[in-house]
């Protein structure tokens, strides 16, 4: 199985930061990555498809990079809004994995 | 619309069964396959496995392979995920997505909340 790895595990951040969230695999997925958004009590919503591909509907803060075995989500200016866990799943191979997420909360 | 349409919550005994579904409509439901996902109590979400709707082709994670079972209706539009004797560790919230082979999923059912409790 392709093992997921997300870092940090947590951060804390002000409104208007530049956050950053690392996903690596333990072997090389091409650009088989999805980034989803989940906040409490809610379904996981798709942010990024393909490591980099803005999800239609999804504020163009968020930007996703990466190929092979690191990936990296950012928002270029943190809002309200986005103060949630964040999780990486990969797609290359069955079973599909998830990272085991990222929570952002305010500072 | 797209739109994945999940059973309610439900409370059950240590070894009861259960069937839970997720309906899919808004699209052709045979195209794309659907998995499910666990997310225990305060924890991240796993995936648990996924089926093909069109010819009913199953894969499982390590993890719940023999632990449930996910099959589809076709004529219906709709995926289950059923239990034949539930412990108190399925406790969890479940939920169905869809996606396709080059893909990641796009589209999430609104959760099922399954409490197994003595």
């Known amino acids: 199985d392709i093992q997921m790895t997300q870092s940090p595990s947590s951060l804390s951040a002000s409104v208007g930061d530049r956050v950053t969230i690392t996903c690596r695999a333990s072997?090389?997925?091409?650009?088989?990555l999805g980034w989803y958004q989940q906040k409490p009590g809610k379904a996981p919503k798709r942010l990024i498809y393909a490591a980099s591909s803005l999800q239609s509907g999804v504020p163009s803060r968020f930007s996703g990079s990466g190929s092979g075995t690191e990936f990296t989500l950012t928002i270029s200016s943190l809002q309200p809004e986005d103060f949630a866990t964040y999780y990486c799943l990969q797609h290359n191979s069955y079973p599909l994995t998830f990272g085991p997420g990222t929570k952002v909360d305010i500072k | 619309e797209v739109q994945l349409v999940q059973s309610g919550a439900e409370v059950k005994k240590p070894g009861e069964s259960l069937k839970i579904s997720c309906k899919g409509s808004g699209y052709s439901f045979t195209s794309y396959w659907i998995g499910w996902v666990r997310q225990m109590p305060g924890k991240g979400l796993e995936w648990m496995g996924i089926?093909?709707?069109?010819?009913?082709?199953?894969r499982y994670s390590p993890s719940f392979q023999g632990q449930v079972t996910i099959s589809a209706d076709k004529s219906i539009s709709t995926a289950y995920l059923q239990w034949s004797s539930l412990k108190a560790s399925d406790t969890a919230m479940y939920y169905c997505?869809?996606?396709?082979?080059?893909?990641?999923?796009?589209?999430w059912g609104q959760g099922t909340l399954v409490t197994v409790s003595s």
């Open positions: 089926i093909y709707p069109g010819d009913s082709d199953t």
């Open positions: 072997q090389g997925i091409r650009n088989d």
């Open positions: 997505a869809r996606g396709n082979s080059s893909s990641s999923p796009s589209d």
